[in-house]
């Protein structure tokens, strides 16, 4: 019998594939597995139109066999089948699929999937194979055919027999190497997992043989038996109808496929219609895994095509800002790339992943309103994610997440909306007041507050370093700007406080100016403050780089250490500014010492280190002993 060669342009696609395209030897099963479906699909489509002898659905299926002994895995399936020339056609010709013509020739019937669209897949189990031998029967054709071919070689067809219809695809699989472990595919448990990994939700059983440790009748003493066992689900949880799922069949789905103790927060069960179908399962965690916040996590959900796993973490269908979110994509419509292994880019993946975003978004809205507890438990796990996402998208997503942020209030004493802190505004009230530090506690002590909370304006309270940085990009909602409590002018003053702290500047120009003198490598400034009400002094800076800003940028490596431009204020109705002024008239050279003390006592107060605490202890005393004289 004649070897059959495979065409110049096949023969180079066999060797590119095998050794190029796909990148883990394990996924011919799933090739195999998913081809034993679509011939099982079109045998059922022949049925539903009349066109072939009725058949119980339960039984249709494929069957997998391990033959240790001659180092064969058999996967059989009672679908179509082949006769010689569709061997010649789909066999013989590498990347002609029988499965896209079909698919396209039933294009308007939408009750079968047909999975394989390329035509190559078949050739991947030449990754681990030596020979492969193809023993088929079609439908309505007493005549069966066996396709053999050991790879570049080429290939036979020849007269065969089969007494059913159906396909039976047996691997003669390679001896083992150093490099290579092909025996891993003759043990049952390995091929039982790999089944439960890439095929668990083809439609159709998949059976094998497994070795069960049984009990002999009355004895303790155990045997080994093998049992017909189905290891595939077949029915997808995300294709079932919701309202038939319960709480605990999400919850367990959940801890079994993404390894979590924890019961999800939220689960989001949705499908879509229209140009681009798909079904999502989502879910919110409870908590932040160990790793959530390391730059090594990697975001992504599971991708399925017609109930085929595909890839693990499909990252471009789920935003940075969101990426706590884990769950799965089930679409038909999605085009992969020849080896079904990644994802083509293009307008289908966009408008899926769009879709998801606002369902999300949708949803995390929802628990704000009306689940407020549960909000707050995924703020505490993932609140700083969503800072991180306005941050890195240099505020381009501002109208997808400034509605999801929360901050500790002033005067509701609780995590509170921008919406609602907007809501409470004063009449008049132009800016969303806010101050920085490392507690609410540490906050609530800093002077800068003072002459808002008097005036009955409300603060909101930034305790993550990422805070400020987030707000930059937000830079205003609902057209009210973001102010900074100790940067710039608060705007509160009425007309008469301004001409009287005006007056008072001009008076005292000579003492600010040589204050400001003695201070010219810390501060840009010295002035009389309109935000002080009890406390002495306090540092502002300019606009620009805040010194909250300024304190995160020091503690990161290797980075160009910025400064704010920092300005010293005093306290013009304190006791201080009156006892400075009278010092100024009899010894302006203590007036150094007094200015270098407060400007470090206001570094204190804003969270600073001192830059030489010795010689601000040494000053003190200087100062104790002066006074005791």
């Not at 600010?512 to 306090?538: G, N, Y």
Request: with cysteine.
């Amino acid at each position: 019998m004649a070897v059959k060669q495979f065409k110049t342009e096949s023969k180079r696609l066999l060797d590119i594939m095998v050794n190029s395209i796909y990148t883990h030897k394990e996924i011919f099963l799933r090739e195999i597995i998913s081809n034993a479906s679509d011939a099982i699909d079109k045998r059922y489509y022949l049925v539903l139109t009349k066109e072939a002898d009725s058949i119980d659905k339960k039984d249709l299926k494929i069957n997998i066999e391990i033959d240790k002994e001659n180092r064969t895995l058999i996967i059989s399936d009672n679908g179509i089948g082949l006769d010689a020339l569709d061997m010649e056609e789909n066999l013989g010709i590498i990347a002609n699929s029988g499965s896209l013509a079909f698919k396209e020739a039933m294009e308007s019937n939408k009750a079968i999937d047909i999975i394989g669209q390329f035509g190559v897949g078949f050739y991947s189990a030449f990754m681990v194979s030596q020979k492969v031998s193809v023993l088929s029967r079609k439908y309505n054709d007493e005549q069966a055919y066996l396709w053999q071919s050991s790879g570049e070689e080429g290939y036979t067809i020849k007269k065969a027999t089969k007494d059913t219809v159906g396909t039976t695809i047996t691997l003669t699989l390679k001896e083992d190497t150093k490099e290579e472990n092909y025996s891993e595919f003759l043990d049952s448990y390995r091929i039982k997992s790999l089944v439960k990994k890439y095929s668990d939700y083809v439609r159709y059983p998949i059976n094998m043989l497994m070795e069960k440790s049984v009990k002999k009748a009355d004895s303790e003493e155990y045997e080994t038996k093998e049992e017909l066992e189905t290891l595939n689900s077949m029915v997808p949880l995300w294709k079932r109808n919701k309202k038939g799922i319960k709480a605990e069949e999400y919850n367990n789905f959940y801890q079994d496929n993404f390894y979590d103790y924890s019961e999800p927060l939220k689960t989001i069960h949705f499908s879509v219609e229209g140009n681009v179908a798909f079904d999502a399962l989502l879910f919110i965690p409870e908590k932040a895994g160990y790793n959530f916040y390391d730059p090594s996590y990697e975001k992504g959900l599971k991708l399925y095509s017609s109930n085929v796993f595909i890839m693990e973490k499909a990252e471009d269908l789920i935003p940075e800002c969101f990426q706590f979110i884990k769950g799965l994509v089930d679409s038909q419509d999605l085009s992969l790339n020849i080896s079904r292994e990644l994802l083509q880019h293009d307008r289908q993946l966009k408008v899926i992943a769009s879709r998801i975003e606002k369902k999300v978004k949708s949803e995390l809205e929802n628990m704000l309103k009306n689940d407020i507890d549960n909000y707050l438990k995924f703020y505490e796990a993932f609140g700083r994610q969503l800072k991180f996402g306005l941050y890195k998208a240099y505020g381009t997503n501002k109208e997808l997440l400034q509605d999801l942020l929360l901050f500790y209030s002033s005067t509701e004493k609780k995590l509170v909306s921008l919406k609602d802190y907007v809501e409470r505004m004063k009449e008049g009230q132009e800016f969303i007041y806010y101050a920085c530090g490392e507690t609410v506690d540490k906050i609530g002590m800093l002077p800068q507050l003072e002459r808002l909370q008097d005036e009955g304006y409300e603060i909101l309270y930034f305790t993550e370093d990422i805070d400020e940085f987030a707000i930059r990009f937000l830079d205003s909602y609902q057209e009210k700007k973001f102010k900074s409590v100790n940067q710039g002018d608060l705007d509160i003053e009425d007309e008469k406080t301004k001409k009287k702290l005006t007056k008072l500047t001009e008076d005292n120009k000579d003492l600010l100016d040589l204050i400001k003198e003695t201070l010219k490598d810390q501060v840009t400034d010295v002035k009389l403050s309109a935000r002080l009400k009890k406390a002495p002094v306090c540092l502002s800076s300019e606009e620009g780089v805040s010194m909250e800003m300024e304190k995160v940028l020091s503690q990161i490596p290797n980075e160009e250490k910025i400064k704010s431009n920092k300005i010293l204020e005093i306290n013009s109705n304190h006791e201080l500014f009156k006892a400075l002024i009278k010092l100024y008239t009899k010894d302006k050279k203590m007036i150094k010492n007094y200015a270098d003390l407060l400007y470090n006592q206001a570094r204190l107060i804003e969270g600073f280190t001192l830059e030489n605490p010795t010689e601000f202890s040494n000053k003190m005393v200087e100062l104790m002993i002066l006074v005791s004289k």
